[in-house]
């Protein structure tokens, strides 16, 4: 990951949580409608902090390419996928309103990685590339919420993907937005 990501994300995450705190004092004060913008504004900002990971893709042969995964727990992951393009999901969980302004965030998890085809005919015919990103933990809160464990607590539990071509070699950042997974290019580094 590089360092101007780590500190943009970092201050990101530090203006999220100022921005909460002062959110307190209006609420309390039963100004509400003070203390909802400045919530909203800083579980956006705390949303907008939350990297998933860093791609960097290489064409090896026509239809293959390297993707070489950087994910947010400085984990390191290099596979070579089929395809015209690189593809990624997630599992994302979203509270309830109530459950979230108790403090419950937005969980996500990036689940596998794979190749995708331009055409639905080579998706139909041609060899698929497909490798997990999860790891096993000892409580999987996506397995209690599909088995309806969470009740009223949970919004929704869904699946989130996006995908990039692979035809050239780019960096770029996979991110945890509002509504789903999206991928950026990342910002360029100075020539040393």
């Not at 921005?19 to 907008?48: N, S």
């Not at 071509?165 to 360029?188: C, D, N, Y």
């Amino acid at each position: 990951m590089t360092t101007t990501l780590v500190v943009a994300a970092l201050c990101l995450l530090l203006l999220g949580a100022v921005i909460g705190v002062t959110a307190v004092r209006p609420a309390r004060a039963r100004q509400w409608l003070g203390g909802t913008i400045r919530g909203l504004m800083a579980l956006l900002l705390l949303a907008l902090a939350a990297l998933a990971a860093t791609v960097h893709t290489e064409p090896v042969a026509p239809q293959r390419c390297r993707a070489t995964i950087t994910l947010p727990d400085r984990r390191l992951a290099m596979y070579e996928l089929a395809g015209d393009a690189f593809y990624v999901d997630a599992h994302v969980l979203k509270w309830h309103p109530l459950a979230s302004l108790l403090g419950l965030r937005t969980v996500y998890e990036l689940d596998r990685v794979a190749g995708r085809y331009n055409t639905v005919a080579d998706e139909r015919a041609k060899p698929h590339t497909a490798y997990a990103l999860a790891r096993s933990k000892p409580v999987d809160l996506f397995f209690i919420a599909r088995r309806r464990l969470l009740g009223p607590l949970v919004d929704a539990e869904y699946g989130s993907a996006t995908f990039v071509p692979a035809t050239r070699p780019a960096t770029f950042e996979v991110r945890v937005s509002t509504t789903g997974l999206l991928a950026r290019p990342a910002p360029s580094r100075p020539a040393p």
